[in-house]
């Protein structure tokens, strides 16, 4: 089946660093995927749509300076926390659609201390 | 916004019991997904039901879907250790463009 590859799966960054986060498809093309931030116990919550080629939408509230994506080629799509801060401490999760359903990569855990 | 409202909350069964979650959500929809998640780590899908099916099954797993009443279940039967996590359905909405909206989520646990 399709699986979408995300690392790393944890990091540890200092306050006001950046830090970068990738989902690659490994064996089909994602035109579009998706990223989702996740706190403990809640559910999870999307921030953007990234499309190939194009600039990622951005859902509301979600401040697109902070947090840049950039979806290069059919294959990969990177989120970067930019000037982190402990309140974006949380677990990230990318998506992408596969057929009729969608697969998910296995989360990063940031902290940011 | 979240879309999905999910009951319960948290589940608390005995292994060989069945468990029922719960699913309601708002708008028109594509379809429904139901994922799973244990601690700390990314989704499974685990069955997805189409707006115009009533009832889907698989394996262990039997989805429901009301589309009258914007309602769905998920019932896991002979529940296992193993299936303790958390559950989360996922509505693929008419007017969202792929996007899924996720409901709050049932922490399933079941005791051996």
């Known amino acids: 089946g399709a699986v979408v590859s995300q690392h790393p799966s944890w990091v540890i960054c200092k306050s006001g660093t950046s830090v970068k986060i990738e989902c690659r498809s490994l064996d089909f093309q994602a035109t579009t995927m998706f990223w989702y931030r996740q706190f403990p116990k809640q559910s999870l919550m999307l921030m953007a749509t990234?499309?190939?080629?194009?600039?990622?939408?951005?859902e509301q509230g979600v401040e697109k300076d902070k947090f840049l994506i950039n979806h290069a080629s059919l294959t990969l799509s990177t989120l970067t926390v930019t000037s982190a801060h402990p309140e974006d401490s949380s677990f990230y999760i990318c998506?992408?659609?596969?057929?009729?359903?969608?697969?998910f990569g296995s989360g990063t855990r940031l902290t940011v201390v | 916004s979240q879309q999905g409202e999910e009951d319960p909350q948290a589940l608390s069964i005995q292994e060989g019991e069945n468990a029922t979650m719960n699913c309601s959500y708002k708008?028109?929809?594509?379809?429904l997904q139901w994922y799973r998640q244990n601690s700390g780590r990314g989704l499974v899908h685990l069955i997805l039901?189409?707006?115009?099916?009533r009832e889907k099954h698989s394996g262990r797993l039997r989805v429901t879907l009301d589309t009258s009443k914007k309602s769905s279940s998920l019932l896991i039967t002979a529940s296992r250790a193993a299936d303790t996590a958390s559950y989360f359905c996922?509505?693929?909405?008419?007017?969202?463009?792929?996007?899924?909206?996720f409901g709050e989520g049932t922490q399933l646990t079941v005791n051996p």
């Open positions: 990234s499309n190939e080629g194009s600039k990622a939408t951005y």
């Open positions: 039901i189409r707006s115009n099916e």
């Open positions: 708008t028109s929809i594509n379809n």
């Open positions: 998506s992408a659609r596969y057929r009729v359903g969608y697969t």
């Open positions: 996922a509505t693929d909405a008419v007017t969202s463009g792929s996007r899924l909206t």
